[in-house]
C-alpha cells in the first residue's frame, strides 16, 4: 500500500483539501493507497512514499526520502492527478 500526506502550514486549510482532491484521484483508478494530511511542524516525510504539498514546503522536504509533488494552485485538480500519478508510476 502507498503511503502519501498532503502537507500545509496548519495541517488543517490545504492539507486537507489536497488529501480530498487525492482521494479522488486514487479511488477514480483504483489505487491502494492510504492519504493523510499533516503540518509541516510535525510530519516525518521519511515515513510516506509521496509528500503533496506546495514548493515552499517541498523546499522545507527537500531531503526527504519520499517523492515530492508541488502544487502551487491548490485548484488545479488536472495538474495534481498527472503529477500524482506520475509519482505513483515511479515508485
Known amino acids: 500500500?502507498?503511503?502519501?500526506?498532503?502537507?500545509?502550514?496548519?495541517?488543517?486549510?490545504?492539507?486537507?483539501?489536497?488529501?480530498?482532491?487525492?482521494?479522488?484521484?486514487?479511488?477514480?483508478?483504483?489505487?491502494?493507497?492510504?492519504?493523510?494530511?499533516?503540518?509541516?511542524?510535525?510530519?516525518?516525510?521519511?515515513?510516506y512514499d509521496i509528500v503533496i504539498t506546495t514548493s515552499d514546503f517541498a523546499n522545507v522536504l527537500r531531503e526527504s526520502t519520499a517523492k515530492i509533488v508541488r502544487i502551487d494552485n491548490l485548484m488545479d485538480k488536472a495538474y495534481l492527478k498527472s503529477e500524482l500519478l506520475s509519482a505513483i508510476n515511479e515508485l
Open 1 to 47: 500500500m502507498i503511503k502519501i500526506v498532503t502537507v500545509c502550514g496548519a495541517g488543517v486549510g490545504s492539507s486537507m483539501m489536497l488529501r480530498v482532491f487525492t482521494q479522488q484521484i486514487i479511488e477514480a483508478y483504483n489505487i491502494e493507497a492510504e492519504v493523510e494530511a499533516s503540518d509541516i511542524g510535525s510530519v516525518n516525510a521519511n515515513e
